[in-house]
């Protein structure tokens, strides 16, 4: 029996087999920023893909004699279709990838050149951000190396305290009477006020109000605006604080965060066919190209993305600069997470339904950018209610006995087996590991929910839909449970841990199908997401507001006419971690000399190792530390990611 059982299971495999035999024999000596590499690679994935789907369609939906069967198997393979046509968009735009950083090079002695430099507007918008998140913001544009621009902060909160700051610092404040149409009203407020001026600038610069720029910030993406056909620069948004599935899963130091694949993989393919976009925040825009189109669009709480449409359909385009150029917050807590997700979701349903919709044959959109929204939408619609149903078939299977898909475990391991095999290998080596299988669901997982209720929301009423900021700052010190999405997928963990035990316990008596296990092993997987779900739900109290950032440099601490030499371990902007033995008493004031600055501070505990210290909280010692700080390049992009290492620490986590 089970010599004949072999030779059916190996011919079975043998696709997965020959797959990860051939990853391994080719993709670790290939380049993957080769166009032919990449398009034969994924060509694999959506074969594979595709040949699993018309399996789906032919051989596993219920017969129609039976209708609940019937009906929940066509929405699930509806769902799954719908889902694969997006990723098979996705995997069109991968097939190219571009790097802008030698054309900024080159460009630099162009930008030199030009006397005088162009009038650049650094706006700064903020609506209700506390003074520790905006301050380093206006801090780090005043220390911006570039000849001619002006700051200004954009304050749709009216705050006196933020008036005179800006005073203070010979910042320009502008505030509008009323708070229509939100960041985007904010903006064109300012747009308005900066055209009446006697020099209008040639470009503005978007900054949140939680993102402080690097010092070369202007002077990298100023210089890609040497052709005249470009309206707008985009640059990466990158972190200075885990998002909450680093921070509350524990594994900050070993996994990036969620946008690094968006940010360093996805936007710099989209870049390479021409339908890189507009995405807020660190960016540059043509300040004539936007007074062309009438200001930042209204009509979608996305402005961003809509106004790369809008420039689009002028024949105007948006790069990528894919450089850290700033640093900002990442979402602190689960409910801004996907609060934020579900606006970005509902944004993109209102351009599907808008002037802007990619199935609107009225408007001048590009086809290529017809087929990028095309790609969004999916992503938005199809991924997160596919994630969502599949928790629900199996234990629908095994509480109420609803089938769903009809399949042998042949046929499964046959047809579904090759195609993740081949979608988590070419993922994985396309983007660096920012792809794991696990963690992506996880992600989708975390935000399903209300990036549907989004969905419906768009779609039953796409115009007049409310902006929703996300929060930044505030009190985070304690551990604090989001019971709204945890009810959710408690609710999903009971019902698959139910359908095992029935059907392993309860039903004992009765024979165990094929189809049983299969949906065991379904059910086995999902009470792995739902639980890491659900430990990600209870939030972690976070010690520091602000990043420390590695540094390996020498500083010199003076004291009572004393000077000594040291080697630094770490540095934030409230603080500085020292290695070696401490010279003077914790409480001591003490001068530290480095990066050609000075700064007050005083030393306030011992660390293994060495000591740390912390800057008087003065607004010149402020603006010096944030000058030092962002005065420098982090390659954070570049973190190698080890699968052992992710696994490692969620482990960790669990059962600590």
Not at 10 to 30: D, Q, Y
Not at 82 to 93: E, I, R, S
Not at 603 to 613: K, M, N, P, S, Y
Request: glycine share 6%.
């Amino acid at each position: 029996m089970i010599d004949s059982a072999l030779p059916f299971w190996i011919e079975t495999l043998t696709p997965s087999l020959l797959i990860i035999a051939l990853a391994a024999a080719i993709l670790p000596w290939v380049n993957r920023d080769y166009a032919v590499v990449r398009v034969s690679a994924l060509g694999v994935c959506v074969i594979f893909g595709w040949r699993y789907m018309a399996w789906r369609l032919w051989d596993t939906i219920p017969p129609v004699h039976h209708p609940v069967d019937f009906a929940l198997g066509v929405v699930f393979v509806t769902i799954e279709f719908l889902a694969l046509f997006g990723t098979t968009l996705t995997n069109f735009f991968l097939c190219r990838i571009r790097d802008r950083s030698a054309d900024a090079d080159r460009n630099q002695v162009w930008l030199k050149g030009l006397n005088p430099s162009p009038r650049i507007a650094v706006l700064i918008c903020t609506y209700n951000e506390e003074r520790e998140v905006i301050e380093p913001t206006i801090l780090g544009a005043l220390a911006i190396n570039y000849r001619s621009f002006h700051v200004w902060v954009c304050d749709d909160g009216k705050r006196k305290w933020l008036q005179d700051l800006c005073r203070k610092l010979d910042v320009g404040y502008l505030t509008r009477e009323s708070n229509r149409h939100a960041k985007a009203g904010n903006i064109n407020a300012a747009l308005h006020a900066l055209a009446e001026l006697k020099q209008p600038p040639e470009f503005v610069a978007i900054l949140d109000a939680d993102f402080v720029p690097m010092s070369d910030f202007l002077l990298r993406t100023v210089a890609m605006m040497r052709e005249k056909d470009v309206a707008v620069v985009q640059t990466p948004q990158h972190f200075s604080n885990p998002d909450p599935i680093q921070g509350n899963l524990g594994i900050a130091n070993v996994w990036p965060d969620e946008q690094r694949f968006f940010f360093d993989t996805v936007m710099a393919c989209k870049d390479a066919w021409g339908v890189a976009f507009c995405c807020g925040t660190s960016s540059l825009i043509r300040f004539s190209a936007l007074q062309r189109i009438g200001g930042i669009p209204t009509d979608s709480v996305t402005e961003d993305y809509l106004l790369t449409l809008r420039l689009r359909e002028r024949g105007l385009r948006t790069i990528y600069l894919n450089e850290v150029l700033s640093l900002g917050l990442a979402p602190e807590g689960l409910k801004e997470y996907y609060g934020q997700r579900s606006r970005w979701c509902l944004g993109a349903v209102q351009i599907f339904c808008g002037r802007s919709s990619p199935l609107n044959l009225g408007n001048k959109l590009p086809f290529i950018d017809r087929i990028s929204v095309s790609d969004t939408i999916l992503f938005w619609v199809a991924t997160h209610a596919m994630r969502l149903l599949a928790f629900a078939i199996p234990p629908a299977y095994l509480l109420f006995g609803v089938q769903a898909v009809v399949a042998t475990p042949a046929d499964a391991v046959s047809y579904v087996i090759p195609f993740l095999v081949a979608q988590v290998i070419v993922l994985y080596w396309l983007t660096g590991g920012r792809i794991l299988p696990i963690m992506s669901d996880l992600y989708a997982t975390l935000c399903a929910t209300e990036v549907l209720k989004a969905v419906i929301s768009g779609l039953i009423k796409p115009k007049g839909q409310k902006f929703k900021v996300t929060a930044k700052g505030g009190d985070r010190s304690k551990r604090t449970i989001q019971w709204p999405v945890l009810n959710v997928f408690l609710f999903y963990l009971v019902l698959n841990i139910g359908g095992i035990v029935k059907a392993f316990w309860l039903d004992a008596s009765s024979d165990v199908s094929a189809t049983t296990m299969m949906a065991w092993s379904w059910s086995c997987y999902n009470i792995v997401i739902l639980s890491l779900a659900c430990f990600v739900c209870i939030e972690q109290p976070q010690r520091r507001f602000r990043h420390r950032f590695l540094l390996d440099s020498t500083v010199f601490l003076m004291a009572g006419g004393q000077s000594y030499e040291c080697r630094t371990r770490d540095v934030s902007i409230s603080g500085i971690g020292l290695i070696g033995k401490r010279m003077f008493p914790i409480g001591s004031t003490v001068r530290v000399q480095i990066g050609g600055c000075e700064l007050c501070s005083r030393i306030v505990r011992d660390t293994r190792g060495g000591f740390a210290l912390a800057f008087e909280p003065s607004l010149a010692n402020r603006a010096r530390v944030i000058k030092f700080i962002f005065a420098r390049r982090y390659a954070m992009a570049g973190r190698v990611i080890r699968p052992r290492k992710v696994a490692t620490a969620v482990g960790a986590r669990l059962f600590r």
